[in-house]
């Protein structure tokens, strides 16, 4: 008797879009995550990514190639540190990835700025940062790979709003730069703002795959699958008397949707 | 996420279920003595019966008790072999070298054999019936003679329950970070032994510091809900004698009588 992990799930993905994976605890999201590069394989179907053939008969062998195109950074990333210097552990996955010394030291380097961290942290030990350098500097070593494809599990869990927006718009412009992100979150907002194609998970299953939009369109259904709407879509629907053409999901959409009903009302 | 079951616990309501851990811990311990009140062809059948008896008592499938052989049945043979070619007495049968086959020495082959095999079968009837923290708590009631001259013993059934406690949890986290290093290029099952030697250590240094953070984490947990020490603390899990150690206690009775009048003096 042994319980499906995930359970007929069938999807395809745009190459370069940004892509939320939604659903609550012990949906499957991070079941799937693991899909993507083979660390965990399919016991029957297939998945095609990053030019690979997964299926229930990959072997372990030769999948560097995959791992390098598809990144994943797993939830809390930090407890991955290992290395004296935050510099050694980025460049741990470039040296991995058969780089040579110099050129992962100039990879590491550059992409320990891009997370926003200053050039005086690279020689510390990644234990004597704080908690929200040590996620920047576990990001970066997986950043550093360029991966086509990049799979984040909630980066932002645990950080405070202003470093979770910082780390949020680092993907966007990783997504924006011609690569594909693939987000796991609980928040809704991040969503919205940000996603262009959405999956739900439930209990192992695909329940829906559409654009944000789409998603949060039914509340009704949001509901009975336990899952929020974006703050913005909440606020509209708690104002009185006014319309909207379109359900609201960013602040920026609210503010032009109020806009429009009192230009629209004098 | 694959979770481990520590030690075989495998659930169930058969008699040996109904027993206190501390009966099964100590029948089990004394029936190993036994064993070694067995000195003949008689004897060794008796405390062999009985030992099957155990098993079936159990109401498990005979495939748990040899899984629970067979890791150690390569041991078994070698030290039954020992004795086989080494053992001198008797009629010899055959000599060579320094081996020689003789009487002695294939009585005493199949008697360490028969040994060996029913202590693992007799200590699995226990463990598989058993969870471990029961046995942790079976233990520490065993050790409390040890007070008297001042062992900790409720710290070390402390420490003890709480290892258990974290063998899954300590499991999970070692996969975790297995699959973040191998996200991040590393390989496991590749190269020499100094490449794989190498491997190790972005494994074993986040999990040192993993544990490090949870035993702190736990120390603070546990001073904040007003823990003081063991000193008078009452059990969650109370443990109540029942008749069904009386039952085993009468049956490992009945044996060492049949033992002892049938052994050879």
């Known amino acids: ?266 | 996420m694959s979770k481990i079951i520590i030690g075989r616990y495998i659930p169930g309501d058969s008699l040996v279920y109904k027993m206190d851990p501390r009966g099964k811990l100590l029948i089990t311990i004394l029936f190993i003595l036994t064993i070694f009140l067995a000195n003949n062809p008689i004897t060794y059948a008796i405390i062999t019966l009985f030992c099957f008896l155990a098993i079936i008592a159990t109401g498990l499938k005979a495939r748990v008790f040899w899984n629970g052989v067979k890791p150690l049945i390569g041991l078994i043979f070698f030290t039954s072999l020992l004795q086989l070619f080494f053992m001198t007495g008797g009629k010899v049968f055959w000599h060579w070298w320094i081996f020689s086959i003789s009487s002695y020495g294939i009585v005493n082959a199949i008697y360490i054999f028969v040994r060996f095999t029913l202590i693992i079968l007799i200590s699995t009837v226990m463990t598989v019936t058993t969870m471990p923290l029961e046995i942790a708590d079976a233990m520490e009631w065993l050790l409390k003679p040890l007070k008297v001259v001042k062992v900790p013993v409720d710290k070390i059934a402390l420490v003890i329950s709480i290892a258990l406690r974290f063998v899954p949890t300590l499991f999970d986290e070692t996969l975790k970070i297995m699959n973040a290093q191998r996200s991040r290029g590393a390989d496991f099952n590749d190269g020499g032994l100094i490449k794989r030697a190498k491997a190790i250590a972005p494994i074993l240094i986040p999990l040192f510091i993993h544990s490090l953070e949870t035993a702190i984490d736990l120390s603070t947990a546990m001073e904040s809900r007003g823990y003081r020490g063991s000193e008078g603390r009452t059990k969650y899990r109370v443990l109540n004698w029942s008749k069904y150690d009386l039952i085993s206690l009468a049956y490992f009775v009945l044996l060492v009588g049949l033992l002892l009048i049938f052994r050879t003096h």
């Open chain 1, 1 to 266: 008797m042994e319980k499906k992990g995930l359970d007929n799930v069938s999807f395809e993905l745009l190459d370069n879009s940004f892509i939320a994976l939604i659903g609550h605890t012990g949906s499957g999201k991070s079941t799937l995550m693991q899909h993507f590069n083979a660390l965990l394989k399919p016991s029957s179907g297939t998945i095609d990514i990053a030019g690979y053939h997964i299926t229930s008969q990959t072997g372990n062998k030769n999948l560097k190639k995959l791992r390098k195109e598809v990144g994943l950074v797993f939830q809390f990333p930090e407890s991955q540190l290992f290395e004296n210097t935050v510099l050694d552990d980025v460049k741990f996955g470039p040296k991995n990835f058969g780089m040579s010394d110099k050129e992962a030291e100039a990879k590491a380097k550059k992409w320990l700025e891009q997370v926003g961290l200053s050039t005086d942290v690279i020689s510390k030990s990644p234990f004597e940062l704080s908690g929200g350098q040590m996620r920047r500097v576990a990001i970066a070593g997986v950043m550093v790979n360029e991966p086509q494809i990049l799979c984040l599990d909630e980066p932002g869990a645990g950080l405070d709003p202003r470093a979770r927006e910082e780390m949020m718009q680092i993907f966007v412009n990783y997504q924006k730069a011609g690569h594909t992100v693939i987000l796991v979150t609980h928040n809704m907002d991040d969503v919205a703002k940000y996603a262009d194609d959405v999956l739900v998970m439930e209990h192992g299953k695909l329940i829906k795959h559409d654009k944000p939009q789409k998603v949060f369109e039914n509340e009704e259904w949001l509901k009975k699958h336990y899952l929020d709407e974006p703050t913005s879509s909440l606020f509209a629907s708690s104002l009185k008397g006014f319309r909207f053409k379109e359900n609201p999901l960013t602040i920026k959409e609210l503010v032009d949707g109020i806009k429009e009903n009192v230009q629209g009302g004098v």
